[in-house]
């Protein structure tokens, strides 16, 4: 059996190119997918919840929220006085779009769990929610480390 790491990586590169496939053909672009099922989800939100979420960088949502904008999936606001920070929700074109983008991820989930049973659907997502956890807590010391490095 090959390696953890590859097996992730393989399923991983094999339901992206399922999502991203589907995407394209609704004008999204890389990263879009993720940012509509976030605000879908959580409604209006900043762009550090939803770097966190997506598990990319503030400056890359900030690239990808723009093109959003343009597009017309998003719109952006200043809340309650506070300059720093821009408040994200999903316009009714965003809306019609994450709606989309929910089918085709029920789809993408429905087919990578075709061959499991609902106990092992279970157990993965317990298994995956535990390599996660683990993958996060051994990246805190060494971002804790660049950090340090870097200044």
Do not use: W
């Amino acid at each position: 059996m090959e390696s953890l790491h590859y097996l992730l990586m393989r399923a991983h590169m094999q339901l992206n190119r399922i999502v991203l496939s589907q995407a394209a053909e609704l004008g999204l672009t890389s990263g879009q997918p993720k940012v509509l099922e976030f605000l879908h989800m959580a409604g209006e939100s900043d762009q550090k919840s939803i770097a966190g979420y997506c598990e990319i960088e503030p400056a890359t949502v900030g690239s990808i929220l723009g093109r959003m904008e343009s597009a017309g999936l998003i719109s952006r606001r200043q809340k309650d006085g506070n300059r720093r920070s821009l408040f994200v929700s999903l316009t009714p074109k965003g809306e019609r779009f994450a709606e989309k983008m929910d089918a085709i991820f029920a789809a993408a989930d429905k087919a990578a769990a075709a061959s499991l049973s609902a106990a092992q659907l279970d157990a993965l997502k317990q298994a995956l929610c535990a390599v996660s956890q683990s993958l996060s807590e051994a990246a805190g010391p060494q971002q804790k480390e660049r950090k340090a490095n870097a200044g």
